[in-house]
């Protein structure tokens, strides 16, 4: 079973601090995503990578960086943490960029920036 | 820009109704994925769905692939309290054009 893991379940950080979140996966996928989960809004989609060191922007990726050392993990970091980013944060892999992969999830970190 | 529908946003139904929930596109997308987010996890695919026009099974869960490429519907039967959870549509199209729907959060009620 593909197996993805995210380093904290529950994360409580004050505004202006640098947040990092972890994410591996243990499938040897080549992508990579990180997104967040708002009430009424969905997932959307902050930044994904489709090989070590690569990364592409996605809908929303303003206040955010990742990176991608390492094919296995993605992290997803939070230079100066502000309150409307509290949110829920989910990392998710796929074998390859075809519309036809399925997306894999990790259970999410729930972010607190007070 | 692309305008992606999911509704309703939230349903309250009791155990042993089916349940029907639909998602529907301004654009054309080569194929819908349903996924489920149980409380406290990550989602977790379904069903999903490849062609225009697919009616597919997977035990209660029915779902179908619009016959515009524009939307799709959920269906379960029978309802049972482990159905409660969020639902998302999650369609597909060209260059990695990947949409998640708003949700659909379901509870039932014993």
């Known amino acids: 079973d593909v197996k993805v893991t995210q380093s904290s379940r529950y994360l409580v950080k004050r505004t202006g601090e640098k947040v990092f979140l972890e994410c591996v996966q243990d499938?040897?996928?080549?992508?990579m995503f990180w997104y967040r989960q708002d009430p009424g809004l969905g997932l959307r989609l902050i930044y994904f990578s489709y090989d070590v060191k690569m990364k592409e922007k996605g809908d929303i990726p303003e206040g955010y960086s990742v990176s991608r050392e390492k094919k296995e993990r993605f992290s997803l970091i939070l230079e100066s943490a502000s309150t409307n980013q509290t949110s829920m944060y989910l990392c998710?892999?796929?074998?390859?960029?075809?519309?036809?992969?399925?997306?894999?999830f990790g259970p999410g970190t729930r972010l607190t920036v007070l | 820009g692309q305008q992606l529908n999911q509704s309703p946003q939230s349903m309250f139904i009791q155990e042993g109704e089916d349940v029907s929930m639909n998602c529907t596109s301004s654009s054309i997308f080569n194929t819908w994925l349903w996924y489920k987010q149980d409380p406290g996890e990550g989602p977790v695919l379904l069903i999903a769905?490849?062609?225009?026009?697919e009616l597919t099974s997977n035990g209660r869960l029915t779902a179908q692939f619009g016959i515009t490429r524009k939307d799709s519907f959920l269906n379960i039967s029978a309802s049972i309290p482990s159905d409660v959870g969020i639902y998302f549509c999650?369609?597909?199209?060209?260059?990695?054009?990947?949409?998640f729907g708003a949700g659909t959060r379901l509870t039932v009620k014993p």
């Open positions: 769905l490849y062609k225009a026009g």
């Open positions: 499938m040897d996928h080549e992508n």
């Open positions: 998710a892999s796929s074998i390859g960029t075809s519309e036809y992969n399925e997306q894999f």
């Open positions: 999650a369609p597909r199209g060209n260059n990695n054009d990947m949409r």
